[in-house]
């Protein structure tokens, strides 16, 4: 059974960081293709960043310099690394690997 399990979401303030986890179990982790998604509300699901099985980031144009994403293959989980945050950074955080979604995480970027 595939699970993707999303944590470390909150209430930050602008420019304050936090930093997202995605444990995958089920799944041959380290030969995928695993990427960070999010939804905003009344707006669509957007890839926010993704990572190869062979570490190689890709960023959507609105958080690069700002975000990092990593993958540990021994701990088969997905990071996203997000620092100087902005109020439109506001969403919901979804772990993606090719056939399945995570449950979301909420982030809240506010004063």
């Known amino acids: 059974q595939v699970q993707l399990v999303e944590s470390g979401g909150g209430l930050v303030q602008p420019g304050g960081s936090l930093r997202l986890s995605c444990a995958a179990s089920g799944i041959i982790f380290s030969i995928y293709t695993m990427g960070w998604y999010r939804q905003a509300p009344g707006k669509e699901r957007e890839l926010v960043a993704d990572?190869?099985?062979?570490?190689?980031?890709k960023y959507v144009d609105s958080v690069k310099g700002r975000f990092t994403i990593s993958r540990d293959n021994a701990k088969n989980t997905v990071y996203l690394q997000m620092n100087s945050l902005k109020p439109e950074d506001t969403a919901v955080y979804y772990c993606?690997?090719?056939?399945?979604w995570g449950q979301g995480t909420q982030v809240t970027v506010s004063s």
């Open positions: 993606r690997w090719r056939y399945a």
């Open positions: 990572i190869t099985s062979d570490g190689i980031p």
